[in-house]
C-alpha cells in the first residue's frame, strides 16, 4: 500500500536532524541529539569513528579510553567545543590529541590516571576556557603545559599528589592572562610562596582553592586564610574545616584560622588600610609601593573589574601617579580596593577597604542637624530670661525708707548669663 504520510512534527525532527548521508550517521552505542553526541557508559576502549563532523559535544566519559592518541579524530572537528573523557582510566595523552580540535572551550580530563603533564600538552587549544584535571595521580607539571592557553578562566588541579606550588604558570601574568580560579586543593603542598602569592593579581588570589594540603603552619600563611575570611572568600569560607596546618608541637593538624595568639606562633592579623567617605563624594585611594622602577599597575574594584588605563571608565579613574579616583560615591562602590603592582624583579599587591556611609556630608542630615541645633539654643535662651525676670530677688523688698535712693545695680553677672547664647 501507499506510505504513511509524515506528521508535521515527524517531519520537522527529520529536516532538522543532522544525521542523514550528508553529516554522517550515529556511531553505534552512541545517543546523537542533533550537534551532541553522548557515548557515555558505552563500554568504548578507543573513540568511535567516524565522528560526524559537526559534532559539537562529544561525550565520552565512563568508559575505558585509556589511550588518547594524535589519530583519535581523523578529520579536522571544527565544530567541537566540549570534549568531556573523565572516568575512563586515561592514562596516556599524545602532545597531538587535540591538534583537530581548535576551537575547544571545555575539555574534562577529571578522574583518570595521568601521571604528568608533558612539555606543550595543551599548547593547541587557544580558546579553551575550562580544563579539569582533578582526581588524577599528576605529580609533574612541565612549565609549558599550559603554554599558549590566552583564554583559559578556570584550572582544575585538585586531588593529585602535586608537591611544588606551580608559581612560575601565575608569575609573570603573561602566560595565563584570563586565569580566574586555580584549584590546587588536596595535593601534596608542604608550603606556600605566601609573598609571591599576596603579588598575584586580586582576581586570581582570590580563587585560589588551597585545602586539604599537608600545609607547614606559620604567620603568613595565617594572614593570608584570615585575610580570605574577612573578606569572606568562598576558597576560604566553604572549607574552613579543611584548612589545616603542621605544627611540631602538635600531634594532628590544627585549623590554620586556630593560630591567632596561640603558642608557639602567637600569630596576629594584618590590618588593611581604611578610608572613609560618604554619598556623592570624591575619594582618591593611593596606591603607595615600595617597589623601585614600577613597570605598571592597575586596580581591581570590589566587583573584580579591573580599572587599567589612565582615565578609567565610569565613576573610576586611574591618574598617573597611580591613585585611583572614585567620583560621585555610591553605597556599591564600599569594600576592598586592591591595586597590582608589577616591578622588575618582584611584584607586590596594596589593600584599601572603603567604607561609604550612606548619608552625604552636606546632605538633608546636616541641616537637620543645623536647625535642631538653633531650636535647643533658643529655647535655652528663653529660658534663661525667664529665670533672670522671675527668680532673681528683688531688691526693693528690703527698703526701709521711701525717700532712700536705690542702690545702684550691677548687671554684669546677668549680662553675661544673658550673653551666653549658643554660637550659631
Given at each position: 500500500?501507499?506510505?504513511?504520510?509524515?506528521?508535521?512534527?515527524?517531519?520537522?525532527?527529520?529536516?532538522?536532524?543532522?544525521?542523514?548521508?550528508?553529516?554522517?550517521?550515529?556511531?553505534p552505542?552512541?545517543?546523537?541529539?542533533?550537534?551532541?553526541?553522548?557515548?557515555?557508559?558505552?563500554?568504548?576502549?578507543?573513540?568511535?569513528?567516524?565522528?560526524?563532523?559537526?559534532t559539537?559535544?562529544?561525550?565520552?566519559?565512563?568508559?575505558?579510553?585509556?589511550?588518547?592518541?594524535?589519530?583519535?579524530?581523523?578529520g579536522?572537528?571544527?565544530?567541537?567545543?566540549?570534549?568531556?573523557?573523565?572516568h575512563?582510566?586515561?592514562?596516556?595523552?599524545?602532545t597531538?590529541?587535540?591538534?583537530?580540535?581548535?576551537?575547544?572551550?571545555?575539555?574534562?580530563?577529571?578522574?583518570?590516571?595521568?601521571?604528568?603533564l608533558?612539555?606543550?600538552?595543551?599548547?593547541?587549544?587557544?580558546?579553551?576556557?575550562?580544563?579539569?584535571?582533578?582526581?588524577?595521580?599528576?605529580?609533574?607539571?612541565?612549565?609549558?603545559?599550559?603554554?599558549?592557553?590566552?583564554?583559559?578562566?578556570?584550572?582544575?588541579?585538585?586531588?593529585?599528589?602535586?608537591?611544588?606550588f606551580?608559581?612560575?604558570?601565575?608569575?609573570?601574568?603573561?602566560?595565563?592572562?584570563?586565569?580566574?580560579?586555580?584549584?590546587?586543593?588536596?595535593?601534596?603542598?608542604?608550603?606556600?610562596?605566601?609573598?609571591?602569592?599576596?603579588?598575584?593579581?586580586?582576581?586570581?588570589r582570590?580563587?585560589l582553592?588551597?585545602?586539604?594540603?599537608?600545609?607547614?603552619?606559620?604567620?603568613?600563611?595565617?594572614?593570608?586564610?584570615?585575610?580570605?575570611?574577612?573578606?569572606?572568600?568562598?576558597?576560604?569560607?566553604?572549607?574552613?574545616?579543611?584548612?589545616?596546618?603542621?605544627?611540631?608541637?602538635?600531634?594532628?593538624?590544627?585549623?590554620?584560622?586556630?593560630?591567632?595568639?596561640?603558642?608557639?606562633?602567637n600569630?596576629?592579623?594584618?590590618?588593611?588600610?581604611?578610608?572613609?567617605?560618604?554619598?556623592?563624594?570624591?575619594?582618591?585611594?593611593?596606591?603607595?609601593?615600595?617597589?623601585r622602577?614600577?613597570?605598571s599597575?592597575?586596580?581591581?574594584?570590589?566587583?573584580?573589574?579591573?580599572?587599567?588605563?589612565?582615565?578609567?571608565n565610569?565613576?573610576?579613574?586611574?591618574?598617573?601617579n597611580?591613585?585611583?579616583?572614585?567620583?560621585?560615591?555610591?553605597?556599591?562602590?564600599?569594600?576592598?580596593?586592591?591595586?597590582?603592582?608589577?616591578g622588575?624583579?618582584?611584584?607586590?599587591?596594596?589593600?584599601?577597604?572603603?567604607?561609604?556611609?550612606?548619608?552625604?556630608?552636606?546632605?538633608?542630615?546636616?541641616?537637620?542637624?543645623?536647625?535642631?541645633?538653633?531650636?535647643?539654643?533658643?529655647?535655652?535662651?528663653?529660658?534663661?530670661?525667664?529665670?533672670y525676670?522671675?527668680?532673681?530677688?528683688c531688691?526693693?523688698?528690703?527698703?526701709?525708707?521711701?525717700?532712700?535712693?536705690?542702690?545702684?545695680?550691677?548687671?554684669?553677672?546677668?549680662?553675661?548669663?544673658?550673653?551666653?547664647?549658643?554660637?550659631?
Amino acid at each position: 500500500g501507499a506510505p504513511l504520510p509524515l506528521t508535521p512534527l515527524l517531519l520537522a525532527l527529520a529536516l532538522l536532524a543532522p544525521w542523514g548521508s550528508a553529516g554522517g550517521s550515529c556511531p553505534p552505542r552512541c545517543v546523537c541529539a542533533s550537534n551532541i553526541l553522548s557515548c557515555s557508559q558505552a563500554m568504548l576502549s578507543s573513540v568511535p569513528a567516524p565522528l560526524p563532523r559537526f559534532t559539537a559535544v562529544l561525550d565520552l566519559s565512563h568508559n575505558n579510553v585509556s589511550r588518547l592518541r594524535a589519530d583519535w579524530a581523523p578529520g579536522r572537528l571544527a565544530h567541537l567545543h566540549a570534549l568531556l573523557l573523565s572516568h575512563n582510566g586515561l592514562s596516556f595523552v599524545s602532545t597531538e590529541a587535540f591538534t583537530h580540535v581548535p576551537h575547544l572551550r571545555h575539555l574534562d580530563l577529571s578522574s583518570n590516571r595521568l601521571r604528568a603533564l608533558e612539555e606543550n600538552l595543551f599548547s593547541d587549544l587557544a580558546e579553551l576556557e575550562v580544563l579539569l584535571l582533578y582526581n588524577n595521580e599528576i605529580s609533574a607539571v612541565d612549565r609549558t603545559a599550559f603554554d599558549n592557553l590566552s583564554r583559559l578562566r578556570k584550572l582544575y588541579l585538585g586531588q593529585n599528589r602535586i608537591a611544588r606550588f606551580p608559581l612560575e604558570l601565575l608569575r609573570d601574568g603573561s602566560r595565563l592572562p584570563q586565569l580566574a580560579l586555580l584549584d590546587l586543593s588536596a595535593n601534596r603542598l608542604r608550603s606556600l610562596p605566601v609573598g609571591e602569592l599576596q603579588a598575584l593579581p586580586a582576581w586570581l588570589r582570590d580563587r585560589l582553592y588551597l585545602h586539604g594540603n599537608p600545609l607547614a603552619c606559620d604567620c603568613p600563611l595565617f594572614q593570608l586564610v584570615a585575610r580570605g575570611r574577612r573578606r569572606r572568600l568562598s576558597a576560604v569560607m566553604d572549607f574552613q574545616e579543611e584548612l589545616r596546618c603542621l605544627l611540631p608541637t602538635a600531634p594532628a593538624p590544627v585549623g590554620i584560622l586556630a593560630l591567632a595568639g596561640r603558642q608557639p606562633l602567637n600569630c596576629s592579623e594584618a590590618r588593611e588600610a581604611v578610608l572613609e567617605a560618604h554619598l556623592g563624594d570624591t575619594v582618591t585611594l593611593s596606591c603607595d609601593t615600595r617597589l623601585r622602577g614600577v613597570r605598571s599597575r592597575h586596580w581591581v574594584t570590589p566587583g573584580g573589574e579591573r580599572v587599567l588605563e589612565e582615565g578609567g571608565n565610569g565613576s573610576a579613574a586611574l591618574l598617573a601617579n597611580g591613585s585611583l579616583q572614585l567620583r560621585a560615591l555610591r553605597p556599591e562602590d564600599a569594600g576592598t580596593y586592591a591595586c597590582w603592582v608589577a616591578g622588575p624583579l618582584l611584584n607586590e599587591t596594596l589593600y584599601v577597604e572603603l567604607l561609604v556611609h550612606n548619608f552625604t556630608l552636606h546632605g538633608p542630615h546636616d541641616t537637620l542637624n543645623t536647625a535642631y541645633t538653633t531650636l535647643v539654643g533658643c529655647i535655652l535662651s528663653v529660658v534663661l530670661v525667664l529665670i533672670y525676670l522671675y527668680l532673681t530677688p528683688c531688691r526693693c523688698c528690703c527698703c526701709r525708707g521711701a525717700d532712700k535712693p536705690p542702690a545702684p545695680r550691677d548687671d554684669s553677672i546677668n549680662s553675661s548669663v544673658l550673653s551666653a547664647t549658643p554660637n550659631h
